[in-house]
């Protein structure tokens, strides 16, 4: 015998017929349910931590830029000078000039 090409049912068709008992949709079992809700968990676990992360990390660089120097600003620097001590002189040198 021929394998003879099997209709697919439409749309229309396949809305109106009700599926045999062995096609339809089972729940799957407890402890794939299980499972799966710890995946979900996990996950809602894992994304709190990262915006936690991305929070902080937003802080520490918030607070880096606020205690920056601003640019341009004036800057104090303060020294102490110490005096170099003069020495005797040679000579004595005397000017005195008269009015005209």
Do not use: N
């Not at 749309?11 to 599926?19: A, D, G, M, S, V």
């Amino acid at each position: 015998m021929e394998d003879e090409p099997v209709e697919e049912p439409t749309l229309e068709q396949q809305e109106l017929e009700p599926r045999p008992r062995h096609e339809r949709q089972r729940r799957p079992p407890p402890r794939e349910r299980r499972s799966r809700r710890r995946r979900t968990g996990a996950l809602w676990l894992a994304g709190l931590v990262v915006v936690a992360l991305v929070f902080f990390v937003g802080l520490v660089v918030g607070r880096a830029l606020e205690d920056a120097p601003r640019p341009g600003g004036e800057q104090t620097i303060v020294r102490t000078l110490v005096p170099a001590t003069i020495g005797p002189a040679d000579e004595i040198l005397t000017i005195t000039v008269t009015a005209p």
